[in-house]
């Protein structure tokens, strides 16, 4: 069974930094995508970050580009999120995913296992 934990939301204000950890356990960590989503209230959940199995190739929403980096360690089974010079839009809850399949090319995924999520909120 696929557990995702996510852990290191808060309440920043902008221009802050936060960084997001997400634990797997389950299955072989190392052979699957992993991505980051996010959902602000009254929006449609939509995609942030996406990290190969590798770790050698990522992928990033246009509105994050260059503030966000996704990143993953897999010999502790977790990637993580940072999140630089933080905005107001940037409140929601983030969840982290991972690929179905294994060793997918970045944009090939299919994010069937989710984790519960943890809340960001950006004052202005």
């Known amino acids: 069974q696929v557990q995702l934990v996510e852990s290191g939301g808060g309440l920043v204000q902008a221009g802050g930094s936060l960084r997001l950890s997400c634990a797997a356990s389950?299955?072989?960590?190392?052979?699957?995508?992993m991505g980051w989503f996010r959902q602000a209230p009254g929006k449609e959940r939509e995609f942030v970050a996406a990290i190969t199995w590798s770790g050698g190739s990522t992928d990033y929403a246009n509105s994050v580009r260059g503030r966000f980096t996704i990143s993953r360690d897999n010999g502790a089974n977790t990637v993580y999120l940072q999140m630089n010079s933080l905005k107001p839009e940037d409140t929601a809850v983030y969840y982290c995913?991972?690929?179905?399949?294994?060793?997918?090319?970045?944009?090939?995924?299919?994010?069937?296992?989710w984790g519960r999520g943890t809340q960001v909120t950006v004052s202005s």
């Open positions: 995913a991972e690929d179905r399949k294994s060793y997918s090319r970045i944009g090939l995924e299919e994010y069937v296992y």
């Open positions: 389950g299955r072989i960590f190392s052979s699957h995508n």
